[in-house]
């Protein structure tokens, strides 16, 4: 017997008929799925679930609203507002990965949630039922959360990484650097006199200047070796950390040779002229250089030594690249 928490089985059947992708499932694989989920109540302004938390369950919105978002540089993106059927993190669901957003009920929400295991036994035990998820994977879902993943990874402004991505990325190259002894080295820059773009030409040339800068770091990057805007990438790794700062990890680059390209990029964007309704004006950055240490877990230490020589070179007059002295390991 099929319990629901008070919930009428008929309007979970029916809610479960009239979703995004069972309407040709038969009522008796409707009922068998339906066993296979527990019900769940959520108020309005509750969060269903957060990005980065274990996708273990197929969410099925029964009834009510649910808001997308995802987190950027500190400020929070909606992305999609659901209605009915699946919520997009069902396909990180099926691939065994963290939910690429964070869910919101807008209204009193009532779900079905089905365990991952549970849902593919019944995909493989039931043809309609298979069938039924192929077309909804080739009516694009897939590809709409593809595009949510794709906005959890991306600064919407400049097209880079997000810190979160940036982040995530980079344990990936240091675990390289690890495994093949290869050195890796981190920029760290901050675009000059930034509240004064803004005081003086307005906000929207402040972003003019950070999408500016932005281009500037893929094309020159580009131009020397691969990179991608939003792609994993084998070489230069570029993010927008806050604000006007963003890092680049230089997988097989020491330090002397990564001051050496900080150098290039810093006189590449003195070069840069924006225009505004204001007037056209043209701004310099600073850039500090770390190297990673092998016995570092992660990148973090290296981004904090890049952080100092970054304050040590805009306190020596901006528009400055500055290294970090070398590391000493504590045994």
Known sequence: MMDFGGMDVKHVLD?????????????EGL??????????????????????????????????TVELSVSDAGERRVVDVIERGIVPGAFAFLD???????????????????????????????????????????????????????????????????RRQFMEVSLKETARARRFGSPLSVLLLDLDHFKQINDTYGHSAGDLSLKALGQTLFTFFRATDTVGRIDECEHQVIGRMAGEEFAVLLPGTGPDEAFEVA????????????????????????????????FEPSIDAALVRAGEALDAAKSSGRNRVSSAGPVIPID
């Not at 979703?19 to 499932?25: E, M, N, T």
């Not at 080739?138 to 997000?162: C, F, I, P, Q």
């Not at 810093?266 to 924006?274: D, E, H, I, N, T």
């Open 15 to 27: 809610a479960l008929k009239n979703s995004l992708f069972l309407g040709d499932v038969s009522p």
């Open 31 to 64: 009922a068998s799925l339906a066993e296979q989920g527990r019900r769940r109540s959520l108020p309005e302004g509750q969060t269903l679930f957060r990005c980065g938390d274990p996708a273990d369950e197929l969410h099925l919105l029964l009834a009510g």
């Open 96 to 162: 065994g990965e963290p939910c690429p957003v964070e869910a919101t009920a807008l209204t009193d929400i009532e779900l079905l949630l089905i365990p991952r295991m549970e849902f593919l036994e019944q995909v493989r035990a039931d043809p309609l039922l298979f069938q039924a998820l192929l077309r909804y994977l080739v009516a694009g879902h897939r590809k709409v959360e593809s595009e949510v993943r794709h906005l959890a990874m991306v600064d919407v402004l400049t097209g880079l990484y997000n």
């Open 263 to 294: 150098e290039r990029l810093r006189k590449a964007v003195s070069g840069l002229v924006v225009d505004t309704d204001a007037g056209a004006f043209s701004f310099t950055c600073s850039v500090g250089v770390a190297g990673y240490q092998p």
